[in-house]
């Protein structure tokens, strides 16, 4: 157990809908990241959060995602009208930023299915 | 977008055997990581190398960096079955973001 908590751990849904998941990080660590991993692939980073501020989201992220870390603490990542392509695993890991970068602690990974 | 590939994509061993593998990477890195992932569950991290470091030791594992040819190597000594999985290299970038990126990994199948 990392301590990072996902959820949910499973969502199945249909094409056209919204899903939202969620990532408690370990609560003294405060980057945050939303990564997402499709079978036999490495994590893909989507976006992060220092603190509460969103520092980057990767160009390779449609309009219909969004992410939100409201005061530091859990965040939230939105896929909205969702597609095929969407299916994946969702993975949030979380690290202490300073001066000695540290590992980043991994939850378990929201798996995504869109039928 | 992705940095680091690994090399081989797909390695297959005995049990006792050493493991070997590679990452390259392709912008100036502050720090290089190697991540474990067993089948559907999420990453753990094995150990971290800086910049300024050359090789690095933690138990089984031996990592070397060579940011000349920005390239590592993770090398897993008398591989047990309990070893398969997927490994991935990690670094945190050193453009202005310092984001950790992911390598495209390498599946490691130990038989007993």
């Known amino acids: 157990d990392t301590g990072v908590s996902q959820n949910p751990r499973h969502k199945i849904t249909k094409r056209g809908q919204n899903v939202t998941f969620r990532c408690d990080p370990i609560s003294e660590h405060n980057r945050l990241y939303w990564y997402r991993q499709t079978l036999g692939q490495g994590p893909e980073f989507l976006t992060y959060f220092q603190n509460e501020a969103q520092l980057e989201k990767s160009r390779l992220l449609s309009d219909r995602f969004s992410a939100e870390r409201p005061k530091g603490s859990f965040s939230t990542l939105e896929i909205q009208r969702t597609e095929q392509g969407d299916s994946a695993m969702y993975l949030c890991?979380?690290?202490?930023?300073?001066?000695?970068?540290?590992?980043?602690?991994f939850g378990q990974g929201t798996r995504l299915t869109v039928v | 977008s992705q940095q680091g590939e690994e090399d081989p994509q797909a390695l297959s061993i005995q049990e006792g055997e050493n493991a070997t593998m590679n990452c390259s990477y392709k912008t100036s890195i502050n720090n290089l990581q190697w991540y474990r992932q067993n089948s559907g569950r999420g990453l753990v991290h094995l150990i971290l190398?800086?910049?300024?470091?050359r090789e690095k030791h933690s138990g089984r594992l031996r990592v070397t960096l060579d940011t000349s040819k920005k390239s590592s190597s993770l090398l897993i000594t008398a591989s047990r079955a309990a070893d398969t999985a997927s490994y991935f290299c990690a670094t945190i970038t050193m453009d202005s973001s310092y984001k950790l990126i992911f390598g495209s990994g390498t599946r490691l199948l130990v038989r007993p």
């Open positions: 890991a979380n690290s202490l930023w300073d001066s000695s970068n540290t590992e980043a602690f």
């Open positions: 190398i800086r910049s300024n470091e």
